[in-house]
């Protein structure tokens, strides 16, 4: 006569045994791989606040700075970096950053820029606003020299790769960058194009006055030239 108990132990005895390993083995690749994630992340986190850098949430997530763009080469242009901008600036490899803003640079920034070993280079430039003739004169004639001592950091090509930029990336940035451009010998309607594309829809009939009126040519007596970017296109007078 069977029991019932006999009938368990033939069921035991018949059919493979399953353990409480393999069941945790069954279920591993998916914890596995999201606890690896996790502790991918925090590592990435830990070595970022170790170095001194922000921490960000996605590595990956690159996010360029609003209006940005390559002007020459190693020169690119954009609006103020925000954090989140951080990331995809550390991937440029930038040297230097010249910034056009009258105002003390943000605390943070500055540690950014530490972290990285980024040099700042501030010769503010105030923005013209239009606002009366006498304040468009004043603008024309004072920031003449401002002007000219940007563009002599931007023709060195120690300060290589480097990033300019104001508030918005457009009226102050697009008149530094029109005033290159005709050291780059572009014509007067490329240069108008350019900036009118970055400054749209506010383009100001006074930056490019501006532009038109600088004489480019008197930068050539202020650079190194032990040191000045390789472009064809340089109107070089030497």
């Known amino acids: 006569m069977t029991t019932k108990d006999d009938d368990s132990t033939e069921q035991q005895q018949g059919s493979p045994s399953i353990n409480a390993s393999s069941l945790i083995v069954s279920q591993k690749p998916t ?65 230097s950053i010249l910034t056009l803003i009258l105002e003390d640079y943000p605390e943070q920034n500055r540690k950014f820029l530490e972290a990285n070993n980024i040099k700042l280079i501030q010769f503010g430039i105030a923005g013209n606003k239009e606002c009366c003739n006498i304040f468009n004169y004043l603008f024309l004639y004072c920031t003449i020299l401002p002007f000219k001592i940007n563009l002599i950091n931007l023709l060195d090509q120690r300060n290589h790769p480097i990033l300019i930029h104001c508030n918005k990336g457009k009226h102050r940035t697009g008149c530094l960058i029109g005033c ?54 340089l109107d070089v007078p030497w």
Request: hydrophobic share 35%.
């Open 31 to 95: 914890n596995f791989i999201a606890s690896t994630a996790a502790f991918q992340m925090t590592q990435a986190w830990t070595a970022a606040s170790s170095s001194g850098e922000e921490q960000y949430p996605y590595e990956e997530e690159l996010i360029p700075p609003g209006n940005f763009s390559m002007v020459s080469t190693w020169i690119y242009r954009s609006s103020f970096p925000k954090k989140k901008n951080f990331a995809f600036l550390k991937k440029l490899g930038l040297k």
């Open 180 to 233: 290159l451009r005709k050291l780059q010998r572009w014509t007067h309607t490329s240069i108008f194009d350019e900036y009118r594309r970055f400054s749209c829809p506010k383009s100001r009939s006074m930056d490019q006055q501006f532009i038109e009126l600088f004489d480019a040519s008197q930068v050539w007596k202020l650079v190194n030239r032990d040191h000045i970017p390789k472009w064809d296109e």
